[in-house]
């Protein structure tokens, strides 16, 4: 039979939104061409609500929530953009990139890496939090692959798409000391 999916209205920027019943509030966003930056979401993943870069403002809640996580409700009001959102999203970026190499230059995903793009559209130029550079070598043991464990910034994407999305389960987190 045919189903039929409930349509949902909510305010988001001062906007008006349709979106099927179910949606979260990111996926609501992003498709009525609502920008709301974005890391460990991947629209085939279910949320895991880790990198602090989604939050909004809902009227009625004191707190930030989570975009990635919270479903779209009938007559919500929403805002995206706020100097407490972008306050809140600049430290969740900075704390990622803590750990992570500050040589861009270097990089072979230089100029095409969502980490750089996240950086200048939340115009982080300079780092406010302590750099903890990550003791992990590279290793080029695999010839289709190089591992340099040092750029990764746990979100958490590739071991969740690795059980997840193909069912591999390959890939883990993984502690070494404090890392």
């Given at each position: 039979?045919?189903?039929?999916?409930?349509?949902?209205?909510l305010?988001?920027?001062g906007?008006?939104?349709d979106?099927?019943k179910g949606?979260s509030?990111?996926?609501?966003?992003l498709a009525?061409g609502?920008?709301?930056p974005?890391?460990c979401?991947?629209?085939?993943?279910?949320p895991?609500n880790?990198c602090?870069?989604c939050v909004?403002e809902?009227?009625g809640n004191?707190?930030l929530t989570?975009?990635?996580a919270?479903?779209?409700?009938e007559g919500m009001k929403?805002?995206?953009k706020?100097?407490?959102?972008?306050h809140?999203r600049k430290l969740?970026?900075e704390l990622?990139?803590?750990?992570?190499?500050?040589d861009?230059?270097?990089?072979?995903?230089?100029?095409?890496?969502?980490?750089q793009?996240l950086?200048q559209?939340?115009?982080?130029e300079?780092l406010?939090?302590?750099?903890r550079?990550k003791?992990?070598?590279?290793?080029r043991?695999?010839p289709l692959?190089?591992?340099?464990?040092s750029?990764c910034?746990l979100?958490?994407?590739c071991?969740?798409?690795?059980?997840?999305?193909r069912g591999?389960g390959?890939?883990f987190?993984?502690?070494?000391?404090k890392?």
């Amino acid at each position: 039979g045919i189903v039929i999916l409930e349509t949902i209205t909510l305010t988001i920027d001062g906007r008006d939104v349709d979106t099927p019943k179910g949606k979260s509030l990111l996926e609501t966003a992003l498709a009525a061409g609502i920008y709301i930056p974005h890391l460990c979401h991947h629209p085939d993943l279910p949320p895991i609500n880790a990198c602090g870069l989604c939050v909004v403002e809902i009227e009625g809640n004191e707190n930030l929530t989570t975009s990635c996580a919270a479903p779209a409700v009938e007559g919500m009001k929403v805002t995206t953009k706020t100097e407490r959102i972008d306050h809140a999203r600049k430290l969740a970026l900075e704390l990622l990139l803590s750990g992570h190499p500050q040589d861009c230059g270097t990089c072979n995903k230089y100029l095409n890496c969502e980490l750089q793009s996240l950086k200048q559209y939340l115009t982080i130029e300079e780092l406010k939090v302590r750099i903890r550079p990550k003791p992990f070598p590279v290793t080029r043991d695999n010839p289709l692959f190089v591992h340099d464990f040092s750029r990764c910034v746990l979100c958490g994407r590739c071991v969740r798409a690795c059980h997840e999305l193909r069912g591999a389960g390959v890939l883990f987190y993984k502690k070494k000391g404090k890392e």
